[in-house]
């Protein structure tokens, strides 16, 4: 059973991993999901993250194709009082469909309500921010939906922390309520932008952290290092293009090393590092096998001693500091 930490001050707990929703539907089948699910469950987890527009990038697909899914499987296994079922709102659904207005997050929410066959979502997120729409409209509109129990918490995604913390303010003024979530971009490459602005503003403002691309599109998992390995997967071109320079095989050579030490391998040490951050509550990955499931599951049992977390630092800041 994994150790369940508090989602800012929400009251909802949460595993230390988030299993990310956006394969369902689009590299995995409904058949498959349902037992991926399942095995998370099993293996002591209770998070779940997705969203309506996932997976609308696929050629035929609208978006609620991964909400489907969850939904099916909730209501075939009746297991929803054992998940913390998060989902996200705001990215272009279709004609008119976008953005964070009242009337849209309204007509958005009954959508997704259905899809996933459910009466309420635990975390609804922001998808992107949306600055057409005063914040106080917005959150009026998420206030509202959580004193009808539609809603229990809300979330922010893509966020900048001047306007997290603008969020964060007009709740507080309206007393109404707040951003108690952000899921940033994060992980052992893409560093600066959380550490040096929205990380010290989550933990003084006591927001919880969920943060995406945990194995950066499966490049700290060890599979992409030559140009040739960008055929492995659909999305293999972007992650090789983006991770494949110098520090990015000088990522992957510091979480080799980790990873024989420990027994491990590269992407349960990647993850293992975001759990020990002070800032983060759950990192989002997602797996597409019972195999990859399992593995993610020892990364949350990994503990990383201080003197290996700072060796990752090293290894992984943004300009390269030499070897102690």
Same mark, same amino acid.
């Given at each position: 059973?994994?150790?369940?930490?508090?989602?800012?001050?929400?009251?909802?707990?949460?595993?230390?991993?988030?299993?990310?929703?956006?394969?369902?539907?689009?590299?995995?089948?409904?058949?498959?999901?349902?037992?991926?699910?399942?095995?998370?469950?099993?293996?002591?987890?209770?998070?779940?993250?997705?969203?309506?527009?996932?997976?609308?990038?696929?050629?035929?697909?609208?978006?609620?194709?991964?909400?489907?899914?969850?939904?099916?499987?909730?209501?075939?296994?009746?297991?929803?009082?054992?998940?913390?079922?998060?989902?996200?709102?705001?990215?272009?659904?279709?004609?008119?469909?976008?953005?964070?207005?009242?009337?849209?997050?309204?007509?958005?929410?009954?959508?997704?309500?259905?899809?996933?066959?459910?009466?309420?979502?635990?975390?609804?997120?922001?998808?992107?921010?949306?600055?057409?729409?005063?914040?106080?409209?917005?959150?009026?509109?998420?206030?509202?939906?959580?004193?009808?129990?539609?809603?229990?918490?809300?979330?922010?995604?893509?966020?900048?922390?001047?306007?997290? #913390?603008?969020?964060? !303010?007009?709740? $507080?003024? @309206?007393? &109404?309520? *707040?951003?108690?979530?952000?899921?940033?971009? %994060?992980? +052992?490459?893409?560093? #600066?932008?959380?550490? !040096?602005?929205? $990380?010290? @503003?989550? &933990?003084? *403002?006591?927001?919880?952290?969920?943060?995406? %691309?945990? +194995?950066?599109?499966?490049?700290?998992?060890?599979?992409?290092?030559?140009?040739?390995?960008?055929?492995?997967?659909?999305?293999?071109?972007?992650?090789?293009?983006?991770?494949?320079?110098?520090?990015?095989?000088?990522?992957?050579?510091?979480?080799?090393?980790?990873?024989?030490?420990?027994?491990?391998?590269?992407?349960?040490?990647?993850?293992?590092?975001?759990?020990?951050?002070?800032?983060?509550?759950?990192?989002?990955?997602?797996?597409?096998?019972?195999?990859?499931?399992?593995?993610?599951?020892?990364?949350?049992?990994?503990?990383?001693?201080?003197?290996?977390?700072?060796?990752?630092?090293?290894?992984?800041?943004?300009?390269?500091?030499?070897?102690?």
């Amino acid at each position: 059973m994994s150790q369940l930490r508090p989602l800012g001050r929400s009251g909802l707990q949460v595993s230390p991993l988030a299993f990310g929703g956006n394969v369902f539907g689009w590299t995995v089948d409904e058949a498959a999901s349902f037992k991926l699910l399942d095995a998370w469950l099993d293996a002591g987890f209770n998070f779940v993250d997705t969203a309506d527009v996932y997976s609308a990038w696929v050629p035929g697909h609208t978006g609620g194709e991964s909400e489907t899914i969850i939904g099916k499987w909730l209501k075939q296994s009746g297991k929803r009082n054992r998940v913390v079922l998060a989902t996200k709102v705001g990215k272009p659904m279709g004609e008119g469909k976008a953005g964070l207005a009242p009337k849209y997050i309204r007509e958005a929410v009954e959508a997704s309500l259905k899809r996933l066959q459910t009466d309420y979502i635990d975390l609804y997120q922001s998808h992107d921010d949306d600055a057409n729409t005063p914040l106080e409209e917005t959150l009026g509109a998420f206030d509202e939906l959580i004193k009808e129990g539609k809603v229990r918490a809300i979330g922010a995604s893509n966020y900048t922390a001047p306007r997290l #913390a603008e969020a964060l !303010d007009v709740s $507080e003024r @309206l007393g &109404i309520a *707040r951003y108690e979530s952000l899921q940033p971009l %994060y992980n +052992l490459y893409d560093r #600066a932008v959380f550490e !040096d602005e929205l $990380e010290p @503003l989550c &933990i003084k *403002r006591e927001v919880g952290v969920i943060n995406f %691309y945990a +194995l950066a599109a499966g490049f700290l998992t060890g599979k992409y290092r030559t140009e040739a390995d960008a055929s492995k997967s659909a999305r293999g071109a972007n992650t090789t293009r983006k991770y494949l320079n110098e520090r990015g095989l000088r990522i992957l050579d510091a979480l080799d090393k980790v990873a024989q030490q420990y027994n491990a391998k590269p992407g349960q040490v990647a993850i293992a590092w975001q759990i020990a951050r002070p800032g983060v509550t759950a990192p989002i990955a997602s797996a597409t096998s019972i195999s990859q499931l399992e593995e993610l599951v020892v990364a949350t049992q990994l503990k990383l001693d201080a003197g290996t977390i700072e060796m990752l630092d090293r290894a992984s800041a943004e300009t390269a500091k030499p070897a102690a």
